[in-house]
């Protein structure tokens, strides 16, 4: 997770259930090049953000941590029905009032004044209404399991990444169990077909392809299943219509490099909420009375998506952005999931522009750091050298 959820867990009361719960603190991220041994460090406690009182945020075993929530919203009012699967969202004139569901294999109609899809990558709105656009940008594929032995180094509480020589290839190393381990692999789907078409074997090869990986993951013993994960950036057209909205996924989902998904889920759930009580308090649930909700999400989305964008493209180069004062706090409150109710951001266009000057002069000293399909060298300067 990113810290900035944590305003949102304080806010909903879940926050104590997390503390109780036990899920391992996460006090910082380390990135590790493709070459050399080395890794780049970065403490959350560094740079606080205002109204969060905690220099951590958490891993977490998700199945564990959905069901506490669950069972939260059900405490504090909430009806919830496990095991129904919603066929349809119904419409009348155009407008949601309801949602066809199966229970017990009985096809059943119920009316809704708003229907909110919370389906997640399923989009089941999203396709209902033909509203998904494919991320032009990213078309990645990611192969993750479950593994016990996994050395963690020096800083076992970090989310380590560990950066692959293929295209916008890494590794996340996630702690979540004081001895199980979540590894996952992403690449360009291109690098997959590359191979000889086994995930497993995909995956076995790229996690040895970087030095801090290999020696992570030499006694590594996997304890579940191989998941496999195509094709996952994309944007709904709309996030919302006469009479309903999309949250979390079923709006947009962008790769998964800064861990902020759950972040993003939340807050949108945050923000439809109180689009939704004031849209109700006014007796308008039209389209123009949630559109707010809309540009909203879609601005805070299009940061993010902007940010993962240049991230990829400078890979370990952002760092230069941590180390300049006068970019370093925006870079970090963008990498704890800082990205709602911003005007502007300048580090973005600074990092759009140090990426032109690099591209576009021949004899830059920093082009072979750039692009995902390169190696950083282990006999190359630090880019901060290079400045
Ligand atoms: C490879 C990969 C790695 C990721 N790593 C991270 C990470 O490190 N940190 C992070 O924050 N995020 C990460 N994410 C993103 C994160 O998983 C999502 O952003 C987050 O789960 C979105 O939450 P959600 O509630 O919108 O959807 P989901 O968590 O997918 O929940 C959707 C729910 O809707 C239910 N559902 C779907 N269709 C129906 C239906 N028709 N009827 C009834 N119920 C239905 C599903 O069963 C599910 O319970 C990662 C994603 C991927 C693909």
Same mark, same amino acid.
């Given at each position: ?213 290999? $020696?992570?993951?030499? *006694? %590594?013993? @996997?304890?579940? !299943? ?6 996952? &950036?994309?944007? =709904?057209? #709309? ?5 309903? $909205?999309?949250?979390? *996924? %079923?709006? @947009?989902?962008? !790769? ?6 759950? &972040?993003?889920? =939340?807050? #949108? ?119």
């Amino acid at each position: 997770m990113v810290t900035a959820i944590t305003r949102v867990f304080e806010e909903i009361g879940f926050l104590e259930t997390m503390e109780r719960e036990g899920f391992s603190h996460k006090y910082g991220a380390s990135w590790h090049p493709t070459a050399s041994h080395a890794a780049l460090h970065v403490k959350f406690a560094g740079f606080p953000q205002p109204g969060i009182n905690q220099d951590y945020t958490y891993h977490v075993d998700r199945s564990r941590f959905d069901l506490l929530l669950l069972k939260h919203a059900e405490k504090l009012g909430s009806c919830v029905c496990q095991g129904v699967c919603v066929k349809k969202v119904l419409f009348d004139a155009g407008h949601a009032v309801g949602v066809r569901v199966n229970i017990a294999g009985q096809s059943v109609d119920i009316p809704a004044r708003i229907v909110v899809d919370a389906s997640g990558r399923q989009a089941l709105l999203g396709q209902q209404l033909r509203l998904r656009r494919t991320d032009p940008d990213f078309n990645q594929f990611s192969v993750h399991a479950w593994f016990e032995n996994v050395d963690r180094g020096g800083r076992p509480d970090d989310i380590h990444i560990h950066f692959l020589p293929v295209k916008r290839g890494w590794v996340w190393q996630i702690p979540i169990t004081d001895t199980v381990t979540s590894m996952g692999v992403v690449a360009e789907r291109e690098v997959f077909r590359a191979g000889k078409g086994d995930y497993e074997v995909w995956f076995h090869e790229l996690s040895r392809s970087a030095p801090d990986i290999a $020696l992570a993951m030499r *006694d %590594a013993k @996997r304890v579940n !299943d191989f998941k496999v994960e195509a094709d996952y &950036s994309y944007q =709904m057209d #709309s996030f919302m219509g006469d009479g309903w $909205l999309l949250v979390g *996924d %079923a709006a @947009r989902f962008v !790769d998964p490099i800064i861990s902020s998904g759950v &972040s993003v889920a =939340m807050h #949108s759930a945050k923000f439809a909420s109180e689009q939704i009580a004031s849209a109700l308090a006014a007796d308008d649930v039209s389209c123009s009375a949630l559109a707010h909700y809309e540009t909203r999400l879609k601005n805070a989305t299009a940061i993010w998506h902007e940010f993962i964008r240049l991230y990829y493209k400078l890979l370990l180069m952002f760092t230069v952005f941590i180390a300049r004062e006068e970019y370093r706090l925006q870079v970090l409150q963008l990498l704890q999931g800082d990205i709602y109710d911003r005007e502007e951001v300048p580090v973005l266009q600074a990092m759009r522009e140090f990426i032109d000057n690099v591209e576009n002069t021949e004899s830059h000293l920093l082009r072979p750091y750039f692009d995902g399909d390169l190696i950083l060298d282990e006999d190359a300067p630090a880019p901060q050298e290079l400045l």
